[in-house]
């Protein structure tokens, strides 16, 4: 077949009778005949498809190498990735960056800038959320229970890495390192959460206001039980940002509780550990 070149702007023969077909995807053979919306939408599946491949990378590293190396390549290949995509994207979408940050980004105010990481920690809990129940409505309760503790225990030690990493915590920073980190969870931007000091080996994280259990609540349901996962989440997390630390369910949905909270957990350091 001869290959036809359009100018800038105009579209093939061929899209402008998709269009008026209602453009039948199935009858599509190059992406140069689809029109506007369905190339725009070509791109967005593309960057979903990086999204996936860059997961199963590190999933097959980690199975390959074990997860201590699986981090130290994922430093080094996501900060190359980064900065390699961001550049290509700046060109093509004509933003600049400054020391590896969208100029827009930093044009922002600080209050757009919490409001857009909000806006991300809400959507990261709804995936979250429609992970569960696609399989929940697929497979049943069981398997969407066990396979979000099966994922808690990758994610909560990888969000502790990343936090680590942020803050430049030492290797064993301790119950205060803990503090800290708890306070750059994505969870910190969705729910209100307080810390009780007991001792000075131990403290108490409260989770005071719970997204998910406060809309369950109003709309009249019982708690989620959801402590099955709140013990991998949380010691999971615990142990990621120092080995040393042990973690307690207080209560958690089932368990009763009061109305000042949701769910605690203690957090405590062996005296022959300090």
Not at 71 to 99: H, P, T, V, Y
Request: one cysteine or more; a negative charge.
């Amino acid at each position: 077949m001869k290959d036809s070149v359009y100018k800038a702007g105009t579209q093939s023969p061929r899209v402008l009778q998709l269009k008026e077909e209602n453009l039948d995807l199935s009858s599509i053979d190059t992406i140069e005949d689809l029109d506007h919306e369905h190339t725009a939408k070509l791109v967005l599946d593309m960057f979903h498809r990086i999204i996936i491949h860059y997961a199963l990378w590190f999933n097959e590293v980690k199975h390959q190498m074990g997860k201590e190396k699986a981090l130290d390549i994922l430093k080094s290949a996501s900060e190359r990735s980064f900065g390699i995509q961001m550049r290509r994207l700046s060109k093509i979408l004509g933003f600049e960056m400054k020391n590896g940050i969208p100029q827009p980004m930093l044009n922002m105010p600080k209050e757009t800038l919490i409001e857009l990481m909000d806006g991300v920690a809400v959507n990261w809990l709804a995936n979250d959320g429609i992970w569960f129940q696609a399989v929940e409505f697929t497979s049943g309760m069981n398997d969407a229970k066990r396979s979000n503790d099966s994922c808690w225990a990758q994610f909560s030690p990888f969000e502790a890495w990343t936090i680590k990493n942020f803050l430049n915590l030492p290797q064993k920073p301790g119950l205060q390192g803990l503090k800290k980190a708890l306070n750059f969870r994505m969870y910190a931007r969705v729910n209100a959460q307080s810390i009780v000091d007991e001792k000075t080996d131990s403290f108490i994280l409260q989770m005071n206001e719970c997204r998910v259990q406060s809309a369950r609540t109003r709309k009249g349901l019982d708690d989620y039980p959801c402590k099955s996962g709140g013990l991998v989440e949380y010691t999971y997390f615990s142990r990621a940002i120092d080995p040393r630390i042990h973690t307690e369910c207080i209560g958690c949905p089932p368990d009763d509780h009061p109305k000042e909270w949701h769910c605690a957990w203690r957090f405590e350091i062996s005296e022959d550990e300090m």
